[in-house]
């Protein structure tokens, strides 16, 4: 258990549809971050939040649409997305953003598996 | 252009064999070097993290080593078990104001007995 949160696990969803996905942690961190993770490729950062204030958006698509309420959650809804879409997608946590390595560790969720038809 | 190579891609070893992950970097300027961990299903797992006056970094049987001025970083599996199967990425922070991260590929590890 590392602390951070995902639902669902896994989600199978059509190009139409709208759906979100939800992140939470209970570490006490001010940072949060959404991660997409595709078969042999590295991991693609897409969104940075820090203090609930988005701090990086990586030149991501705007059907992918990212929500930071407070410090402890994170949503990242999804619109008419493309089969390409189709990976897991990573939520991670860290006390900073920057500064000691110790404090920007990322704790990251066990991931939501997106199959999208 | 900044990036980080692992090999090899994926491994099989025996149960109780030991065996040593490989990381190259072009990451510059570096700030420090995380090894990652991750299960099938599971997120990452930190591992180790390196700076660039630490030069080696243990935590159980793993072990991991740092050249900064060769750029290369390996991480060391000592008597493997069967729950070391999994995926090792190796994560490389960059020292400027952006702190970007540039993840490897992995290494696929596979313990069989």
């Known amino acids: 258990e590392t602390g951070v949160t995902q639902t669902p696990r896994h989600l199978v969803m059509g190009m139409t549809n709208k759906k979100s996905l939800k992140c939470e942690q209970h570490?006490?961190?001010?940072?949060m971050y959404w991660y997409k993770q595709s078969a042999k490729k590295p991991l693609e950062l897409m969104f940075v939040?820090?203090?609930?204030?988005?701090?990086e958006n990586n030149s991501v698509p705007s059907r992918f649409s990212p929500e930071c309420p407070n410090s402890s959650h994170l949503f990242l809804h999804l619109h008419t997305l493309q089969p390409e879409d189709s990976a897991l997608y990573l939520c991670?946590?860290?006390?900073?953003?920057?500064?000691?390595?110790?404090?920007?560790?990322?704790?990251f969720g066990a991931g939501t598996r997106l199959s999208v038809l | 252009k900044n990036q980080v190579e692992q090999s090899p891609q994926s491994l099989i070893i025996l149960e109780g064999k030991n065996c040593t992950l490989q990381?190259?970097?072009?990451?510059?300027?570096?700030?420090?070097l995380r090894w990652y961990k991750q299960d099938t299903g599971r997120g990452p797992v930190s591992l180790t993290i390196?700076?660039?006056?630490?030069n080696t970094k243990s935590n159980g049987r793993y072990t991991a080593t740092l050249d900064a001025d060769t750029k290369q970083s390996s991480l060391h599996i000592t008597a493997s078990q069967l729950s070391d199967s999994a995926s090792y990425i190796c994560?490389?922070?960059?020292?400027?104001?952006?702190?970007?991260?540039?993840f490897g590929t992995g290494t696929r590890l596979t313990v069989i007995p």
């Open positions: 994560v490389v922070r960059e020292q400027t104001g952006a702190n970007n991260l540039f």
């Open positions: 390196m700076t660039f006056s630490e």
């Open positions: 991670a946590s860290s006390q900073a953003l920057a500064g000691e390595p110790k404090k920007n560790i990322q704790y």
């Open positions: 990381c190259n970097y072009t990451v510059s300027p570096f700030s420090n």
């Open positions: 939040y820090n203090f609930k204030e988005q701090t």
């Open positions: 570490l006490g961190h001010n940072a």
